[in-house]
């Protein structure tokens, strides 16, 4: 079992950065696959980003060229860096894991971008 703890939301304006954190509770080397969901209002949850246990990413093309993922290996933590925040980018941002087939998910962290 994985439990993942996110940190980091909060509200700021448009053009604005802010860095989610995620930590598990074991070791992200026996973590096949980390990624970053969002769900805003209405909308049904969407992958923003991911990354392997070997450094590759993938990226969302509403987030591609503005948000990054990658892994501390040191620090046991997975970020995702957010850039040129836009409105439209407001969710409730979630950490995701997956192992041996069973899949696992933070308690999500609030982003508001608004003026």
């Known amino acids: 079992q994985v439990q993942l703890v996110e940190s980091g939301g909060g509200l700021v304006q448009p053009g604005g950065s802010l860095r989610l954190s995620c930590v598990p509770s074991?070791?992200?080397?026996?973590?096949?696959?980390m990624d970053w969901y969002r769900q805003a209002p209405g909308k049904e949850r969407e992958l923003v980003a991911a990354i392997s246990s070997g450094g590759r990413t993938n990226y969302a093309d509403s987030v591609k060229g503005r948000f990054t993922i990658s892994r501390d290996n040191a620090k046991n933590t997975v970020y995702l860096q957010m850039n040129s925040l836009k409105p439209e980018d407001t969710a409730v941002y979630y950490c995701?894991?997956?192992?041996?087939?069973?899949?696992?998910w933070g308690q999500g962290t609030q982003v508001t971008v608004s003026s």
């Open positions: 995701h894991a997956a192992l041996s087939g069973v899949h696992y």
């Open positions: 074991r070791s992200i080397f026996s973590i096949t696959s």
